[in-house]
């Protein structure tokens, strides 16, 4: 059975940076996409990246582009989100997930297994 373990959140002032990581267990990593998304309270629940099975592609929203990387270690079976000069905006629940499918997708409901998230808050 999949399971998706986030760690990293925490609380930082604007324009500071975290990691995020996220650990699969129950399947190999390698084989799923893998994406992060975020939900702030009474919000939907937004793409924030995600990054090919191989590592070699990656998808971002508008929002982070530049200041977010997603990357992963498929060795040590292990896909991050490096978050870099936050702004309040970026409060939220972050989660990882995972799709069977092969391509990135921006689509939550694309998505197959979700992790329990971890808190991100950014003050000002």
């Known amino acids: 059975q999949v399971q998706l373990a986030e760690s990293g959140g925490g609380l930082v002032q604007a324009g500071g940076s975290l990691r995020l990581s996220c650990a699969p267990s129950?399947?190999?990593?390698?084989?799923?996409?893998m994406g992060w998304f975020r939900q702030a309270p009474g919000q939907e629940r937004l793409f924030v990246g995600a990054?090919?099975?191989?590592?070699?592609?990656?998808l971002y929203s508008d929002s982070v582009k530049g200041r977010f990387t997603i990357s992963r270690d498929n060795a040590k079976n292990t896909v991050y989100l490096q978050m870099n000069s936050l702004k309040p905006e970026d409060t939220a629940v972050y989660y990882c997930?995972?799709?069977?499918?092969?391509?990135?997708?921006?689509?939550?409901?694309?998505?197959?297994?979700w992790g329990q998230g971890t808190q991100v808050t950014v003050s000002s």
């Open positions: 990054i090919s099975r191989s590592g070699g592609r990656t």
């Open positions: 129950g399947h190999t990593f390698s084989s799923y996409v």
């Open positions: 997930a995972f799709r069977y499918g092969s391509s990135n997708s921006d689509s939550a409901r694309a998505y197959d297994y």
